[in-house]
């Protein structure tokens, strides 16, 4: 494979990275070339001896949704960790799908069900004592406030199972790939 073969595929694999990591890491692998010729080898040796392109792109990936988000635990960071994840378990999908996906559904259903709990609860505090709500006044007051701490603390919880769940796949996205990094170097 030549170079701009290369890093041309190397661009499509890290396509949707910001775009001055993806330009920084291209750099990096134009002076790997810049190196290899300068030695006298050819760009199909350092092509080879730099590995698959599409593979690299991966794992440059999922290494740049890792650091994403160990330094920033925001919805997206999880997004794009747990994307980079599977884009680098491609090998595993077909058995990690069917476990990751059930999870993160039911996840989000508990989720949109918290939400629900929390609007439910505000409705009963405010509407409540001016209806005829059974109990009287207070019980509609301490029963909307009592749902809205229940669905605060529900999220909270299932906000630490979210995190526990994304740090979880992180280990396993590192354990995989130092498992199969060894096979991934003897080929060069």
């Avoid at 890290?14 to 010729?37: C, N, R, S, T």
């Avoid at 069917?98 to 505000?122: E, K, M, S, Y």
């Avoid at 207070?138 to 630490?160: E, H, P, Q």
Wanted: hydrophobic share 55%; proline share 4%; with cysteine.
């Amino acid at each position: 494979m030549k170079r701009n073969e290369f890093i041309k595929r190397l661009k499509a694999g890290l396509k949707g990275m910001p775009q001055d990591v993806a330009d920084e890491i291209v750099a990096d692998y134009e002076e790997h070339f810049e190196a290899g010729l300068a030695e006298g080898r050819s760009e199909e040796e350092v092509a080879a001896a730099l590995g698959n392109p599409g593979r690299l792109a991966r794992e440059l990936r999922f290494e740049a949704g890792f650091h994403n988000w160990k330094s920033e635990r925001t919805p997206s960071s999880a997004w794009s960790a747990i994307l980079a994840f599977m884009g680098l378990a491609t090998i595993d999908i077909l058995i990690l799908l069917p476990i990751v996906l059930p999870i993160i559904g039911v996840v989000f259903g508990l989720f949109v069900a918290t939400v629900a709990t929390f609007i439910c609860g505000g409705l009963i505090l405010i509407a409540g004592p001016f209806t005829a709500f059974p109990g009287g006044i207070l019980v509609a007051i301490l029963g909307g406030l009592g749902l809205m701490s229940a669905a605060v603390a529900a999220g909270a919880l299932l906000t630490l199972v979210s995190i526990w769940i994304i740090n979880a796949l992180m280990w396993f996205g590192r354990l995989h790939y130092r498992v199969i990094e060894p096979a991934i170097h003897s080929e060069d």
